[in-house]
Structure formats: C-alpha cells, structure tokens
C-alpha cells in the first residue's frame, strides 16, 4: 500500500477502540495523520483524562468525539447512568435557557477528559412513536420545537468551547426500524419530509454549528443509496449552506457493514460528500468480535478508500478537500476557549420536566423493570434506572416477551407489599403490547400500584397513575423516585 495514500486516507478516519488505554496501533496511526476517535462506554476507565492526553501526544489536532447526549445516553456515566436532562425532558419542558445550559455543561464534561466533539444533539423529529432508535433522544414530534431546542443546545455546546454534531440528516424520526439492525426507508411525500425534518438541520446550519452526522436510512424519492452514500442527499446540506464538517454514522452498522461493507462504505461516503468517516464501536458485533475488531474495521475502512483512489472510483480532490475540513476544525478548537459557565442544576431541570403520580404519596417502592432490551445505541434497560428507583427495595427485572401471564402474574403478587406500593417500570406504553397488557394486569391485582415510564408518553390512557419520565436515565429514575414518595410538589 502507498505510504502516501495511507496517510491521506487517516486524515478522514475517526475509529473507536478496545480498552482503556491506547492500543499500539492506533497510536501509531495518531502519528500517521489518523484524525482522531471516538470514545464508547468499553473505553471509560479511571482516567479518561491520562488516555485524551496519550491521544494528543501522539497527534495534537486530534479530534476526539463522545457519543453524550445526557438522558438516556451516555457514555461519561455509563456505569452509574446519565445525571444530565435528556432532550425529550428538555422538550416537554421548553425552557430554552435550560436547554442551552445543559449543552454547556455537556461540552464542560467532555473538555474535562479532554475529547473535544459532543456527538448531539439530536436533530430528528420522533413523528414514528413505534421508533426503536431515537425516541426520547428527540426533543419532540413538532419540528419547530425540535429545531429551537437545537439552536439552543448547539449553541451552548459551542459556547463550551466544543463542536456540536447534530444528527442524523436528513432525519431519523420517521422510522420504525434500527439503522444499527437494517436499512430504513421513509415512505413520506418529498415536501412533508424536507419540511418537518429538514427545518432543525436548517436552523442548526443558520445556528453556526461545527459538524452535521449522516443517518444509513433510504429516502427513495431522493434515490435507492442510505443518505450516508448518496451523493443528492448529502449534496443537499452543502446547497442548505452548511460548510463544516459531514460525519458518517458509524460505517459499522448493519445498513453499511452488511450491504455494501466498511470499506466500500468509506469509500462511497466520501465520493458522496461526507469528511469524517465514523468507524464506529469494535464491540457491536458482541461474542463474534475479533480480540483486534478495532484495527480489523480500521484497516477495512482505509483499505477501501485506497482501493478507491488507486483505480479511480474515489478522487485525490475529494479526499483532500474531506481532510482539509477536518484539519481546519481540529485548529479552531485548538484556539478555542470555553466562554463563562452557565448556572445549572440537572435536579431541578429534569424535577420540572417529570409529570404526575400518585395521590396520596407512596411510602416505599417496590420494582417491577419491565422495559424492552437494550439496543446498539441506547442503553434503554440498564439496571441502574430500576436500582435508583428502588433505591434498596425489591427490584426484578421481567422481560414481558419471554414470560407467560402467569410467570408474570406471580412476580406482580411477589411485589406488593404492606408498606409501599408497586412501580411498574415501562418504556414502549403504546407500542409494545406486552408492557400494555402487563399494565392492565396488575391494575385487576392492585389498584395502588403505579407506571413509572420512562420511553415516549402514553398517547392513550393507562389504567394506572402513571409517572412520565422521558429518560432512561440515573437522574430521571431519582428524581421519579422523590415524586412517588411526595417529597416534591
């Protein structure tokens, strides 16, 4: 392989890793040009700090980027849970000041380890309810809302001294399936789609934000390619009057891996338009990853675009121009300072946001946790949210889909108790039938009991109190916790 087409290419990539510190490959590639990485929660240790720094040594206008976006994702506090507002918390409350607050604070965190690119916020507009992917990621179903509160965090991600990376043009909230488990399509009439889901991506690029990231979802009236490979689709952020970084969806997600591959899927990302090919999480591939997936997907990744260069189907041009961009942003944040921080406190914020309970106020708490599985890209049943409600009281964890009525009628009979009341812990109340008829189940059983939820608001009734949460999250589980015991108004 030429030496020469190598480093180009480096300049483009941005892989994770396995570990806490720094495998011998990648810092070799660091001083080969290799543009930086991205942390996920397997690279979270003692000292994040002492990694950022062997990272910048190696190359010093190296962009590191973490996927946090507070609420149901994280990756900073993935052992405990996110003590930050999620955006469908910041939504329903529509406290803008909050809102830029809490993406100043997420750029104060990231700084603090010394990564330098705040993966959010989310662009998209949750219009599907059935969406196993972004959900209470959203601010919201209504794309004027959506698009304020990412002005807004944008702008208080920035002003932290960090990039922002809104996601995922041209919008993910209208699917039902997981990019990170297939290739979605969205049916919607082209100016339906161009105008609820473009409109935070606009108000993002008239916002001033630093980088934009792709989404592996098929518009087909814009053509057959996902928008991560597709050259009108990216074409139209440039013509929206965005100039600052594209970043790839992971290229090693489903829709990209096992259609086209990683590396035919750098090399078509960036004859699309894209400049920072993500190359994602070495563990997604769970028990078949290799012990070296990381520098394995890394190498696909390069191998590809090189492959491109040498017989033609890639550009010299394009990739220049790709790694021109990235160099240019890695040199504003090098000059770039954090301006004065902004008042903020989390409890109160995701306190204000949390809706109902029940009446009179419970005197302990008794757990049922019968949220769906976790996904690739949310965390969504992490004990931690059952644990914090239940703060030391019975918790079980009920996975609906694999239990008879009766297995599950006996752990609603185990759960209550005389000296508090059942928490029945949900998060798909309107698409997922089981956790609905569980529900229905232990209101006949115990009337006292509660619906602590923690995914997107019931859009039909319930016929239990519930407790709308809208994340998954350590801080939202505490602070439903203080409503069921009537602690706060």
């Known amino acids: 392989m030429s030496e020469e087409l190598a480093r180009l290419a480096n300049g483009v990539l941005w892989p994770g890793f396995l570990g806490t510190t720094s495998p011998d490959w990648l810092l070799d590639e660091l001083r080969d040009g290799l543009a930086g990485v991205v942390y996920f929660g397997q690279n979270v240790g003692d000292d994040l700090g002492t990694l950022s720094a062997q990272i ?14 507070g609420g149901s994702v994280t990756r900073l506090e993935t052992a405990e849970g996110s003590t930050l507002p999620g955006a469908a918390q910041l939504g329903r409350l529509d406290d803008l000041a909050a809102t830029r607050a809490t993406g100043a604070e997420l750029a104060r965190r990231v700084r603090a380890v010394g990564a ?12 599907d309810p059935r969406n196993p992917v972004i959900g209470v990621r959203s601010f919201g179903d209504d794309e004027r809302l959506v698009a304020r509160h990412v002005v807004a965090e ?8 960090s990039a922002a990376c809104v996601k995922h043009f041209p919008g993910h909230g209208d699917t039902h399936l997981d990019s990170h488990h297939a290739l979605p ?24 934000v630093d980088t934009i990231m792709t989404a592996h979802i098929v518009v087909p009236a814009w053509g057959e390619q996902p928008a991560t490979l597709n050259p ?48 994602g999480n070495p563990t997604n591939p769970g028990d078949a ?27 010299r041009d394009r990739v220049q121009e790709a790694a021109a961009r990235v160099a240019a942003l890695a040199e504003k944040l090098q000059k770039t300072d954090a301006e004065e921080p902004i008042a903020f406190d989390a409890a109160d914020i995701v306190r204000r946001a949390i809706q109902g309970g029940p009446t009179p106020p419970a005197s ?71 956790q609905r008829e569980l529900v229905e189940r232990a209101a006949r059983r115990d009337p006292d009991a509660v619906v602590v939820n923690v995914g997107l608001s019931a859009r039909s009734a319930l016929p239990l109190p519930v407790v709308e949460v809208g994340a998954a999250s350590r801080i939202g589980a505490l602070m439903a916790r203080e409503r069921l015991l009537g602690r706060v108004g």
Do not use: K, W
């Open 56 to 69: 910048l040594e190696a190359n010093p206008a190296a962009l590191i980027g973490i996927d946090e976006e």
């Open 116 to 127: 330098n690119v705040v993966l959010g916020p989310v662009a998209d507009v949750n219009t």
């Open 154 to 161: 944008v702008r208080g991600i920035q002003s932290g001294g």
């Open 185 to 208: 399509e969205i049916m919607l009439p082209v100016d339906q789609f161009e105008r609820v889901h473009l409109e935070p991506f606009r108000a993002a690029i008239a916002a001033g």
């Open 232 to 279: 009108r689709v990216l074409g139209r952020l440039r013509d929206m009057g965005f100039d600052g970084v594209i970043i790839t969806d992971a290229l090693d997600m489903a829709a990209v891996r096992e259609t086209v591959g990683i590396g035919g899927g750098a090399a078509l990302a960036l004859a699309a338009g894209a400049d920072l090919l993500c190359i």
């Open 289 to 315: 990853a290799h012990p070296d997936q990381d520098r394995r997907d890394f190498l696909s990744a390069r191998d590809g675009i090189v492959s491109a260069l040498r017989d033609g189907s890639l550009s």
């Open 364 to 434: 302990a708490l008794s757990v049922v946790d019968a949220r769906r599985r976790s996904t690739l890209a949310v965390d969504s049943a992490a004990a931690y949210v059952a644990s914090a409600l239940a703060a030391g009281g019975q918790c079980v964890r009920l996975d609906v889909a694999r239990t008879s009525a009766a297995e599950q009628d006996a752990v609603l009979d185990a759960a209550v108790s005389e000296d508090g009341i059942t928490a029945i812990l949900i998060d798909r109340p309107d698409s997922d039938a089981g």
